[in-house]
Each structure stands twice: as structure tokens, then as C-alpha cells.
């Protein structure tokens, strides 16, 4: 609802904001997760969570906006897939890890840290989302709606 109200006031680059600002308010709370000690750490998964799975929800939005019309359902199948199988395999990584710099750390490099190379590619694809809104703000100025041809109403008399 959030990224709707900003998507109204302010384009797609709106839900990128409140988008972005998700991920920034899940990094810290990750990290406290991670860090604190049992009963602090299960009481930072409710806001956790929550901003994790409003950016989620907005995530596929972006995507199903940003994607050709008529290719919708293939981009939000694409991005499905993606996240599946990098996010569904990437736990087999621990274990190597684990042995190399301890559980703690890398939990904190998979789980935090995805989440700040998440925020770092979304922070630079707001410059081009402007320029994205420009371009079709100048494409639908450009071209005015003519009907392709005119259509007779047959009509039978009874």
C-alpha cells in the first residue's frame, strides 16, 4: 500500500524508493538477529520480517511493471525462477564457508550481506528509472491515439 501511494506521487521511481528504504531498515535488523542473544534476537524478526516481506512484495510489482507489456508473466516467472534457485542453492555455501571464517560470519556475509548488494544495485538503478519515465513520458506526449480504421455499425432491420 505504501509503494502504491509512492508509485502514485512519484512513478516507478516511488516504489523504487520504498523499496530501497525496505532493504535499508532490514540490513541493521539483520544484523541484530544475527548478533544479539536469544530472547532479543527472536523479538527483531517480527519488524524483520515484516520489511522483508513488504520489499519482497514490491520486488515483484517493479518487476511486473517494468517488463513489456505482454511479457509480464514471463518476466515474473523469470524472476521467480532466479530467486529460487540462487536463493534456494546459496545455503550449500555455509557449510564451505563455516569451516573458513565460522557460522556467525558467514551468515552475516549471506544474509546482511546479500541484502546491502541488493540495496547497492537498487540505489543505482534509480537514475535510470527517472530517465525510463522521462523517455515515456516523451513517447506518450509524442504519439497521439488514432484509431487504425473506421469501423461501421451493422446494423439489421427487423
Known sequence: MLADKAAYYRGYAGR?????????VSIPLSIGVLYLSPPWCFILLIPNYAAIEM???????????HAPRGRQTLALAFYVFSINMFGGNLNTVVPFMK????LRYS????HPGVYTLALIFCLMTIPLAKIRMKHLTEIAADC????LRKHKVLTSKI
Not at 520489499?55 to 511493471?65: P, S, T
Open 107 to 110: 551468515l552475516m556475509v549471506l
Open 55 to 65: 520489499w519482497g512484495g514490491i520486488a515483484m510489482a517493479l518487476v511486473v511493471e
Open 144 to 147: 497521439k491515439r488514432k484509431p
Open 99 to 102: 569451516s573458513a571464517i565460522g
Open 16 to 24: 523504487l524508493y520504498v523499496f530501497n528504504m525496505c532493504i535499508f
